[in-house]
């Protein structure tokens, strides 16, 4: 049998090889497809590969290579986790290079793009097959430098510097983080390798300090609330086809990190690390979908669901440690395949969804929702694909989404059988605060396609689009058709992580692939189950029944008439209900709450001819509260500190001397 | 070990330790120079000593490098640029005597309390010499700290280096080529030490580093 290091090492060292091949021809006009097709290739072999090792086709022997550091080396391993991520990061990997070939002919500075592409998949491989501490953290901060050049790909816009400015300090923050938790983890030895972290015991205070370091270092990268915000700026900072590997596959890398270490390497799991999870996921599902609802930037309006979506897989994360402390094999098993499932389907339709956007920011030059509309007369194949995202990401049968979130809350319907009463309580409300965010992400997308695809344009830009080339429309109907085909056949993904959920949580799910019509049985049939092959069967052919009733006993022709104007005859296309006159109900109810909005209207005087304005202030209130104060007590501290660079060589030396002794004395003194 | 090998080399390491305090005091550049060389030389004595106590022949490179590099060199040439800088009648100290030999003898009790407490069960020799290595260390930056004088630094920091060297000999196994890349680091040290004073009196007109302060604008 082969090993699957062996054919996922050579396509990193290919795609590392591709990054210097493109610094040496970004600027000839053969880059992009060159540099595109070849990153395309090797993700595609790469996904044949992990598809293979997951299904045990593969073998899986670990390897170490004389790299890094001395006398240690550089361990990699390739066990069902991380093939369930070779996966995910592949087959992103393999949409965006499809979708960049075409893309990347529209971008201005492919220089700054090309080299950093295939570079930043290669970190990405390499942190899900890193088996020692130092080559996953030196992966993990290639990754995320590869990312930060490609955010400020497109520099000269202020607000792309300030962002990758944002995203530098919460990544080196990040990784800080990480290296403490992996400090304490390997213990004084200096034990790097993850063979023997598993094996070392540890006592109760070191592994949960080590969990809370985890959760911060991984869940700022995931975009966990609340750390989460440098993801809005950073994400649609980026070229869109790096957006959708930042959102759909970059979070979930920070994932496998934080599930590696809590699930694999930690062992027995705190009971209170269920409690802090679930209570960060809920907060950060429904905080991440209220910003979206409030984005008319089409970009950051996905970057924020895509807090949503992580804090979904949170929770899910967080339910599965809680049924694990319990001693709940089969619930807990449940869980952790919904969140898996849940990373797989988000890393499917947010790739989708930003392939969507960078065709609509292609051909109209614009990402502000509200200077779009009517596209679907123009681009009818991107909204026929970005429609099939929408209604994924909302949940909505038979797609993907519906099914894992349905796994999500088939998961939280088991808690009564939980023993403690603080978790028989928490769960439901953070099932509660799970399915407000569920129902408000439908609505955020239902603005969404509704205010850029329906209607009539709103601007001239809007008038004038274009269907995108083929390469794109083909990654997107790609996407699209894989969003489909997960959520009709879901027995087939469920038996694939079955391996992983028996070695972290030492259970699995029934196997589904024997029920009758492809349907799912989370826990046993009497008590649910769900078959997206016969919803999709009814949906299918009970639409195509209305269709022909109505055209067979109706009209065949297509009829044409005015739309229906409000009794204001021929209104200027800006009067059209807009993005935020969607939002506004909802920013009504929770607005004061949770952005502090107020809004004004200035009424001009009787007389005066002036417009009457509404204006809306919003705040974000963890930036306020949280991330001000630490930057104004950092400022406060820096200018204080200044003065140290101005002192006297003689008393730089007595500082020295003088922090010295203090070392010392405190040696003397507690030895 | 029998009770007079483990006093001669306590003995020894004490005598570096007095050598140290007598390097404190001295407020002439020409008297520092003298005693950093007598410094380097008990050093040697301490290090041989140590050779013979341990059986370990290439320590006896070692004291060999101090002697030679040391307490020969080292301060001849000093001596030559202080001559050459002119600055031999030049007098000074910062700090109070009285005030410094308080200090010094504060740092020797310090260094003893800390190295006996943490080191209950090693080797006795080691032990003591290690304290003694720490007090010498701790000396030799008292030195620098308490010089305004470029030359005086560069010796106060040739004086820590010396307990560096006691401490790696006290200790057994230390291999020759620690020793060695220590020496030489110490000597291109005073090499590159000795090309900047001649930079900075170059601009300056001086090797009182108060002038490089006044160059930067800064009150003392």
Redesign the interface.
């Known amino acids: 049998m082969m090993q699957a290091l062996m054919i996922h090492l050579p396509l990193v060292g290919v795609l590392l090889a591709a990054a210097i091949l493109a610094t040496a021809i970004a600027r000839s006009a053969s880059a992009t497809p060159v540099v595109y097709g070849i990153c395309a290739a090797a993700s595609a072999i790469g996904l044949g590969a992990a598809v293979l090792s997951l299904t045990g086709g593969l073998s899986k022997e670990p390897l170490v290579l004389p790299l890094g550091l001395p006398w240690v080396g550089a361990h990699f391993r390739i066990d069902a986790l991380a093939a369930f991520f070779l996966v995910v990061v592949n087959l992103g990997g393999t949409s965006a290079s499809i979708y960049g070939l075409g893309y990347g002919r529209h971008e201005h500075a492919p220089h700054r793009v090309l080299p950093f592409f295939p570079a930043f998949l290669a970190g990405m491989n390499l942190v899900v097959m890193a088996d020692d501490a130092f080559t996953f953290l030196l992966s993990w901060e290639f990754m995320s430098l590869a990312s930060w050049a490609l955010v400020l790909a497109h520099h000269r816009e202020a607000a792309n510097a300030r962002a990758a400015y944002v995203y530098l300090l919460m990544a080196g923050f990040g990784t800080m983080a990480l290296l403490l938790a992996f400090g304490l983890l390997a213990g004084p030895g200096g034990e790097y390798a993850f063979a023997s972290i598993r094996a070392a015991n540890r006592t109760p205070a070191i592994a949960a300090l080590a969990l809370v370091l985890m959760l911060v270092g991984a869940g700022s990268k995931a975009g966990l609330a609340p750390l989460h915000v440098w993801l809005p700026l950073a994400h649609p900072a980026a070229p869109s086809h790096v957006s959708a590997l930042m959102s759909g596959v970059m979070t979930k890398v920070a994932i496998y990190g934080f599930i590696r270490v809590v699930f694999d390497l930690l062992g027995e799991p705190a009971w209170w690390s269920s409690v802090l999870l679930l209570a960060l996921g809920g907060a950060t599902a429904v905080l991440g979908i209220l910003h979206a609802l409030m984005e008319t930037d089409l970009k950051r309006l996905l970057a924020y669901s895509t807090i949503e979506n992580i804090g979904v897989i949170f929770a899910g994360l967080g339910l599965s440690l809680a049924f694990e402390a319990n001693g709940m094999g089969w619930a807990a098993a449940l869980a952790l395949t919904a969140a898996l499932f849940h990373v797989f389907n988000h890393s499917l339709f947010k790739s989708l969804l930003f392939f969507g956007a960078g065709a609509v920011l292609t051909a109209t030059g614009q990402r502000d929702m509200d200077k779009l509309g009517g596209l679907i007369h123009r681009m009818p194949a991107t909204s026929v694909a970005f429609l099939a995202g929408c209604v994924a990401i909302s949940a909505l049968p038979p797609f993907n989404g519906f099914v894992s979130e349905w796994m999500i809350f088939q998961a939280i319907l088991q808690s009564p059988s939980l023993p403690g009463w603080g978790l028989k309580i928490m769960v439901p409300a953070v099932g509660g605060l799970l399915a407000l965010a569920a129902a408000l992400a439908a609505a955020c997308f239902v603005r969404a396609f509704g205010v850029v695809f329906l209607g009539r344009p709103r601007s001239t830009v809007a008038e004038q689009a274009h269907e995108v080339d083929g390469f794109s429309v083909a990654a997107m109907a790609v996407l699209a058709a894989l969003c489909l085909l997960a959520g009709i056949l879901p027995g087939f993904v469920i038996d694939g992580l079955a391996p992983i959920t028996q070695a972290l949580v030492g259970g699995t799910m029934p196997s589904q692939t024997g029920d009758a019509w492809l349907s799912i049985v989370p826990i046993a049939e009497g008590r649910s189950s769900y078959n997206g092959l016969l919803v999709f069967a009814f949906i299918a052919i009970s639409a195509w029944l209305a269709a022909f009733l109505v055209h067979r006993f109706a009209s065949h022709e297509l009829r044409r008439g005015p739309a229906w104007d409000c009794g204001f005859p021929e209104p200027s296309p800006a009067t059209q209900y807009t993005g935020g006159s969607f939002a506004q109900p909802i920013r009504r109810v929770f607005g004061t709450l949770v952005f502090g909005a107020r809004e004004t209207v200035e009424m001009p005087p009787p007389g005066d001819m002036a417009p009457a304005r509404h204006t809306v202030e919003m705040r974000d209130l963890v930036w306020d509260w949280l991330f001000a104060p630490i930057a104004g007590a950092v400022d406060f501290a820096a200018g204080y500190l200044n003065r140290l660079q101005f002192l006297t060589i003689r008393r730089y030396l007595s500082f020295v001397f003088l922090a010295l002794v203090a070392l010392l004395l405190v040696l003397a003194l507690w030895t | 070990m029998n009770g007079l090998t483990f006093d001669i080399a306590h003995m020894l390491a004490g005598g570096l330790v007095l050598v140290s305090f007598m390097l404190l005091y001295q407020d002439r550049l020409y008297a520092l120079l003298n005693v950093y060389a007598l410094h380097a030389l008990v050093l040697s004595l301490s290090v041989a000593w140590q050779a013979y106590v341990q059986d370990a022949p290439h320590l006896y490179v070692t004291a060999a490098i101090a002697l030679v590099f040391k307490a020969g060199v080292i301060p001849i040439a000093l001596h030559r640029i202080i001559l050459r800088l002119g600055i031999h009648r030049d007098i000074e100290t910062?700090v109070g005597i009285g005030m410094t030999m308080l200090a010094g003898i504060g740092?020797v009790a310090?260094?003893m309390?800390?190295m006996l407490?943490?080191t209950p069960d090693a080797d006795p020799l080691a032990r003591e010499d290690l304290a003694f290595a720490?007090s010498v260390l701790?000396l030799g930056?008292?030195v620098?700290?308490t010089r305004?004088n470029a030359i005086g630094?560069v010796v106060g920091f040739m004086a820590l280096e010396n307990g560096l060297v006691l401490a790696a000999t006290g200790a057994k196994g230390m291999p020759l080529v620690v020793e060695i890349s220590v020496a030489f680091s110490i000597v291109i040290a005073f090499v590159v030490i000795g090309i900047f004073l001649f930079r900075i009196r170059e601009r300056f007109d001086t090797v009182d580093?108060?002038a490089?302060?006044d160059f930067?604008g800064?009150r003392?």
């Open positions: 910062v740092l310090l260094s309390v800390v407490r943490v720490l701790l930056l008292l620098m700290v305004r630094q580093i108060a490089l302060d930067r800064e003392r």
